[in-house]
């Protein structure tokens, strides 16, 4: 496939486009005037100042279409997603709460078969929340809470110019049925594997190895990278040919693909050997993708050719530039 073609198909997809409005959001609920709240929109979760912790909060919403085609793994990723976003901060999930909403009991009990599963997986117990048993539509919402030492937290708006852009995937997973985005590397492994992969990211925090990292959500992981570009108000340049892939996986859709355990970082060139060898003990590839440099474009190169995917001068993904404010 042409890069002009792969450069399109990230700019148009949903995962990305419908990420726009999240700045007409934010801008109505600033948290400017509460001290206490030392990060929020831009990053994977809030961080609430308490004692020599800040307090994670994060809450995902599943989309109805998922809801809807297969409620079982509409369940499991809504724990999923928020298991990641409390990782991606360099911290530990410590509990959740959902919101559950249902019109088909068949529905529900597909949904609840998921959550349980992933809260066995994951081990972060879902303590409480509110259940509509009564409405014309079915939904799994979750939020949940993590803690991180105020030494340790990572940030998506730390990316410093010269850092290396490093993708680490698990490559060891699927595509479940009729999820064409969706590479499952969690549901068959060991509950201690999948543990340990979420808790290297605490390692890495304790190390400080990295400025700035987010977990690879619904944008894929170019996507994802250039959230973390828009957030740090930096550019950076992406070789295709580097990213890890499976064998038979095609480029298009690996790079759209929500992660079940991805993460991209921007990492001081120094560190980057120790952290992608930290991530091969618990069965994730890593590898130095790109470089990151003030020119506020996020820039794809495929052998010879080099094309601009985002220029954060005029373009928005979610808006959310916590430099700017």
């Known amino acids: 496939m042409t890069l002009e073609a792969i450069v399109e198909a990230i700019r148009t997809y949903p995962g990305v486009t419908r990420k726009r409005a999240v700045h007409e959001i934010v801008g109505s609920l600033s948290t400017k005037e509460f001290p206490h709240v030392a990060a929020s929109e831009g990053e994977d979760a809030a961080a609430v100042e308490y004692g020599n912790d800040y307090i994670l909060f994060a809450a995902d919403g599943i989309m109805e279409s998922l809801v809807d085609s297969d409620p079982f793994y509409a369940g499991y990723f809504a724990v999923l997603v928020n298991v990641n976003d409390i990782a991606a901060m360099g911290g530990r999930p410590l509990a959740m709460v959902d919101v559950l909403s249902l019109s088909k009991s068949k529905v529900c009990g597909q949904i609840l078969k998921g959550m349980s599963l992933a809260v066995k997986k994951f081990n972060v117990p879902i303590v409480g929340g509110h259940t509509h048993p009564d409405c014309k539509y079915n939904a799994i919402d979750i939020s949940i809470i993590g803690k991180v030492p105020k030494t340790d937290i990572i940030l998506s708006c730390k990316a410093k110019d010269d850092d290396d852009i490093v993708f680490v995937l698990d490559l060891d997973g699927s595509f479940p049925e009729g999820l064409r985005y969706a590479w499952d590397t969690t549901t068959k492994k060991d509950d201690s594997l999948v543990q340990a992969q979420m808790e290297m990211m605490s390692i890495i925090a304790s190390k400080h190895l990295v400025h700035s990292a987010k977990d690879i959500s619904n944008p894929g992981c170019i996507g994802t990278l250039g959230m973390m570009l828009e957030s740090s108000m930096k550019g950076g340049t992406v070789d295709l040919g580097l990213i890890p892939i499976p064998d038979g996986v095609d480029m298009i859709q690996w790079l759209l693909a929500y992660q079940g355990c991805g993460f ?57 530039s916590p430099r700017k404010r």
């Open 264 to 320: 991209v970082f921007a990492c001081p060139p120094g560190n980057s050997s120790e952290l992608i060898s930290l991530f091969e003990t618990v069965g994730c590839s890593g590898a130095v993708v790109g470089k990151i440099d003030n020119t506020m474009k996020l820039k794809l190169t495929q052998r010879e050719e080099t094309k601009v995917v985002f220029d954060f001068e005029k373009d928005i993904i979610t808006g959310c």
